[in-house]
């Protein structure tokens, strides 16, 4: 079994674009509400994984707790505190256990290193849950 069993598609997932200003991130994140989004590029690459914490660093330490400087603020300028690896589509379920332990979310990419989703570590304990019976 691969990973695409697990996938949630890109069409299904909050990501933002490394284009984007620290406020449409926050933005993004807080409608979602999510505490973490993957991040792509123009041509649709994984480039990381961006935080609330990150966020948050960042706009104290560069744009002086002044949310007006973080609208011209652009996302690349934030230091990342992780660096949640991609798996390759063809990756095995085993592949995505240890990876789940540390990531809330796993991105997967495809040959071309272009984002096609993510596996997300619930899915993954369920999935080790029911084999545990």
Known sequence: ???????TPKSEVAYVSNTNTVRQVLEKMEHHRYQSVPMIDVNGRYVGTITEGDLLWAIKNEANLNMKEAESMPITKVPRSRNNKAVNVNAEVEDLIQMAMNQNFIPIIDDSEIFIGIVKRSDVIHYCYKHMK
Do not use: A, C, H, I
């Open 1 to 7: 079994m691969n990973v695409l069993f697990f996938l």
